[in-house]
């Protein structure tokens, strides 16, 4: 058999390794710098850049894209040259995925302090950065299905199952999530309204921890886990079985984030009862993983890698038990809202998430650069800072996650909320935002040392930029090969088809109907389109990422009808786009906000919080009174809303401005009766219309019934 | 080094139980839902403690006779071939040295997947097929009756619009006090004198002064002007209470006091407070 010469190209890897190690650092540091901000409002410096609103997007983006993302592309165009016997197919393709991955997130970072945000989570970036983001993932793409093509190994590995489902997964959710219609160049309009937004939301934002943060990183540990330890992988059955049923299962779960909400009861159980279903397959790599470890225990107490690699392991099988158990509902209405949420998510994000990396680095670094790690006892330092930090961090956010909640769910005997003051649930929480801060902080510590560790150990080594290898080239198929799954392993084309249509089905049944069937969401007569003035201070409270800290979502709980008024309904979200119900109530909600109390109040409470709330952890924002609101762009904000379905009559953007200042008028005159002189042309005068109007069209429609 | 391992699994174990002494501690007031917490917890305990096992399990040494045991029940729950005997399932395969055994479905995921689609399937006939679990507007119905029922029953007791009382015992002024500064200072002033909100401390009243008036207008507010309703967040006592000591407030002319709004509010015979 001919033997072919060939060279692992390591530079690339090495680019994206240093990324990975960088945007971490970014990422956790505006993280604790958020989880500060709720303990000292003022670290935003008086600053509208760095409101917690703006930061948050950022800190989650920077973790998710740059630190998690930079760290899959490390692992797998490490890991696929070496599986496929083959370079990567083209040079100037990894280039170009790398320095585009680059720019996006700097360009993410530069949008978000200014405010550019679609307000969609995990999916905040403007209309020109996401089709920045679908170019560059089809360069990822094309990239490594060209390797796949001229590939020198038969059979295709199960990690690279899992890069090829990643992939094609991303791709769909991305684009579909995204679709918007531009106003300007950096806003625009999701076309999805109200319930349907909120359901294609969270089918994105559940599949991006799918596969983003899951199935990329299982094939990471696939390839890094053996490696490192030695030992071959414990069951190739259950790789094939857990490989399909968690592509498969995965993309209905989406709605578990939106159970009590508005979304049509059938989905919601959907969402439930997969996320049940999904806890075996996700096991099932967990299983992979640690019996591969059988024979290899006493490695793991000498290496850092393989300790770094069993916990992340066993965080990932301790969160994908509890996240299906938060699906149950009777759960989920304890603890949606809460900061247990942010917990579980830390489990997952640190532990699974970091740990892997970090673990994958010690591995990685010392052998690209052909030495021993510098300091095993940094390494070790490393685990146990983590490790400890961790602990903080999700027992912290635990324990204040149910308090509030409790807090929230208290009557008293006579029938009344025991604390009707939302601000006293969340004051009784902040000792447990210290502790989670603290878990924050040594976390990073930990980090840094590992990049010290690194750093010293990379100057110590030398860089090995290609590795010149030696394999036979690839064999055509034998025709008599039987029909099994190793049939389709050897035909990357078919395999990816095939698990495209895997991911599909979930999420077309479940988001068709919800389009199509009219009494998913029933309409109300009563609800309307709102008015200039309001649609550009809902702008405003978009710009200002009011939804990371406010839901608006009242969910069917007397607890909750009780504080904020009659439970949201779905045809009351018609005309919102996007929808804005939020994830965390850092603060009260405020779909039942509007007319509760008088401008000035609201007037008082955006200039500074803490005179109408005493304590309160939001930061205030003056700038809104002094800024003139930009009026130019009402009339084409209101034609981009017609063409997707909002009932502005033809012609109503010409006179669109004409009620917008009559509208502010009104307002700017009762402030100043009430002893607030302020200019009708301020952004404040158009965030209170908004709110005013919040939830306020049900309560005509039941004066009219009456 | 064996000794940091154990510490590591202690760790992770006091890492998952936190979460249920806090359930220990808060449950008490949440009766309807304490069965179904410690059910979870229960999950929760089983799940780590098999997790535990499943990781202790390959640590420890292996000339110990639990070792012995331990491996007989292991081999039963994840039917995984023994070490010794892998070169029978190993696969020809090689990936960049990554070699793969071919070991069974651990039995015990397998029965752990059958049962959750099982459940997965039972949920949704329930639910949704032959209608027999509420929705959630049901469920949500189901709560209000349940506690108006509840209320009714306690009803005598409570303070309405006709049995209230300006009550001037120090107790109940100065949980008004607490109330009033938590609730009402910051329209009204520290000290009544008014803000975005009238003033309290003279004898002119927009809605009528006296104790039932006074407590109308905290009951249900007046949101065209900005007064909230408070009935939802104060108890009936409650709004007594505050009720009470915005009046004990009459006549005390605190600084920046805010002019008079409203008429002069003369206390007739009717509306004394009438000790039953």
Request: glycine share 8%.
């Amino acid at each position: 058999m001919q033997l072919e010469t060939f060279r692992y190209d390591n530079k690339i890897v090495r680019l994206f390794t240093i990324a990975t190690a960088f945007w971490a650092i970014i990422g956790m540091i505006v993280g604790l710098l958020i989880a500060l901000q709720l303990l000292i409002p003022e670290l935003n410096l008086g600053l509208a850049y760095t409101t917690y609103g703006r930061l948050r997007p950022l800190h989650t983006n920077a973790v998710i894209f740059a630190f998690v993302g930079n760290g899959i592309f490390m692992g797998t165009y490490y890991s696929l040259q070496r599986l496929t016997k083959s370079r990567m197919f083209n040079d100037t393709l990894s280039l170009l995925h790398f320095w585009g991955w680059q720019l996006i997130i700097v360009l993410a970072a530069v949008t978000f302090v200014l405010g550019y945000t679609t307000s969609k989570e995990y999916a905040e970036l403007e209309w020109p950065i996401d089709i920045l983001i679908a170019v560059v993932w089809v360069i990822f793409g094309i990239n490594v299905m060209g390797t796949l093509i001229k590939r020198r190994e038969r059979h295709m590995y199960v990690a690279i199952w899992f890069y090829i489902a990643t992939i094609v997964t991303v791709a769909v959710l991305h684009i579909v999530n995204s679709i918007e219609i531009p106003v300007t160049f950096w806003k625009s309009y999701s076309v999805y309204a109200g319930v349907q937004d909120a359901l294609v939301q969270w089918w994105y934002g559940h599949n991006a921890v799918a596969f983003f943060l899951t199935t990329p990183y299982l094939g990471l540990m696939y390839y890094f886990l053996p490696k490192a330890a030695d030992r071959p992988v414990y069951s190739y059955r259950l790789s094939i079985i857990h490989f399909w049923s968690l592509i498969f299962l995965y993309i209905w779960a989406g709605p578990h984030h939106l159970l009590y909400s508005a979304l049509p009861d059938w989905a919601q159980s959907l969402g439930t009862v997969f996320s049940l279903m999904l806890i075996a397959p996700s096991w099932g790599g967990m299983i992979n993983g640690l019996l591969t470890l059988r024979g290899a225990w006493d490695k793991v107490r000498e290496s850092p890698v393989l300790k770094f690699m069993v916990v992340a392991i066993t965080a990932y099988g301790m969160s994908t038990f509890e996240g299906p158990m938060l699906s149950l509902k009777n759960l989920n209405a304890l603890t949606h809202f809460t900061d247990w949420i942010i917990g579980h998510v830390h489990v997952g994000a640190l532990g699974w998430n970091g740990f892997l990396t970090f673990g994958i680095l010690y591995w990685l670094v010392p052998k690209m650069w052909n030495t021993e790690l510098y300091s095993k006892k940094l390494a070790n330092f490393h685990f146990w800072t983590g490790f400890v930090g961790i602990v903080f961090y999700a027992s912290s956010m635990y324990w204040g996650g149910l308090t509030q909640s409790l807090m929230w769910k208290q009557f008293t005997p006579e029938g009344t909320l025991q604390y009707p003051n939302f601000l006293e649930t969340v004051l009784q929480i902040v000792p447990m935002y210290i502790l989670r801060a603290f878990g924050g902080f040594l976390y990073i510590v930990g980090v840094i040392a590992m990049i010290v560790n690194l750093m010293k150990t990379a100057k110590a080594g030398k860089f090995i930029p290609e590795e010149e290898v030696q394999a036979p080239a690839l064999v055509k198929p034998d025709k008599s090969e039987k029909k099994s799954h190793a049939w389709i392993e050897s035909r990357p084309i078919q395999f990816t088809i095939w698990a495209t249509i895997a991911i599909l089905i979930g999420g077309i049944i479940e988001i068709i109907p919800t389009f199509v069937v009219k009494s998913n969401v029933p309409t109300i007569a009563s609800v309307k389109p709102y008015t200039p003035l309001e649609l550009q201070g809902r702008d405003i409270y978009i710009r200002e990422g009011c939804n990371t800290c406010h839901s608006q979502l009242v969910r069917p709980f007397r607890s909750e009808t009780e504080r904020y008024g009659e439970y949201s309904k779905a045809g009351e979200y018609v005309y919102d786009h996007p929808f804005l119900w939020g994830s965390k109530r850092t603060g009260p909600d405020l779909h039942r906000v509007g007319k509760k109390y008088p401008n000035v109040w609201h007037y008082h409470h955006m200039i500074d919080p803490r005179t109408m709330s005493p304590g309160s952890l939001m930061p205030p924002y003056p700038w809104l009174a002094e800024d003139a609101l930009d009026i130019s762009t009402t009339a084409a904000k209101v034609s981009a809303l017609r063409s997707i379905g909002v009932p502005y009559p033809v012609g109503f953007e010409n006179i669109a401005n004409d009620l917008l200042t009559k509208q502010a008028n009104e307002i700017a005159l009762d402030l100043q009766r009430a002893g607030v002189p302020i200019d009708a042309d301020r952004e404040l005068i158009a965030l209170i219309a908004y709110l005013q109007r919040l939830g306020t069209d049900i309560k005509a429609n039941n004066t009219s019934a009456r | 080094m064996k000794n940091l391992f154990n510490k590591l699994v202690l760790m992770l174990m006091s890492f998952v139980l936190l979460p249920a002494l806090v359930f220990a501690e808060e449950a008490e007031a949440n009766l309807v839902t304490i069965f179904e917490i410690e059910v979870i917890i229960l999950a929760i305990l089983i799940v780590v403690i098999f997790l535990v096992f499943l990781l202790w399990h390959d640590a420890a040494d292996p000339s110990s006779g639990l070792k012995r045991f331990t491996s007989a029940f292991m081999q039963k729950l994840t039917g995984s071939t023994p070490i010794e005997k892998e070169e029978s399932i190993i696969l020809s395969h090689n990936y960049d040295g990554i070699r793969e055994l071919d070991n069974k479905l651990p039995p015990w995921w397998l029965y752990l997947f059958y049962v959750t689609i099982v459940f997965g399937v039972v949920y949704m006939l329930h639910y949704h097929v032959l209608n027999t679990g509420p929705s959630s507007s049901e469920e949500y119905v189901q709560e209000v009756e349940f506690a108006q029922a509840q209320l009714a029953a306690s009803a005598g007791m409570r303070v309405t619009e006709e049995t209230v009382q300006f009550l001037t015992d120090a107790g109940a002024l100065s949980s008004g006090k607490d109330i009033y500064t938590k609730n009402c200072a910051a329209c009204h002033g520290q000290k009544g004198e008014g803000l975005v909100g009238p003033n309290l401390t003279d004898e002119y009243w927009i809605h009528g002064g006296g104790i039932k008036n006074v407590y109308k207008v905290i009951q249900n507010g007046v949101v065209e002007k900005g007064m909230l309703a408070w009935k939802s967040q104060l108890s009936p006592s409650q709004m007594q209470d505050v009720g009470s000591y915005v009046l004990s407030l009459k006549g005390t002319n605190p600084p920046n006091a805010k002019a008079p709004q409203g008429e002069k509010f003369v206390e007739s015979d009717s509306v004394k407070t009438n000790p039953m």
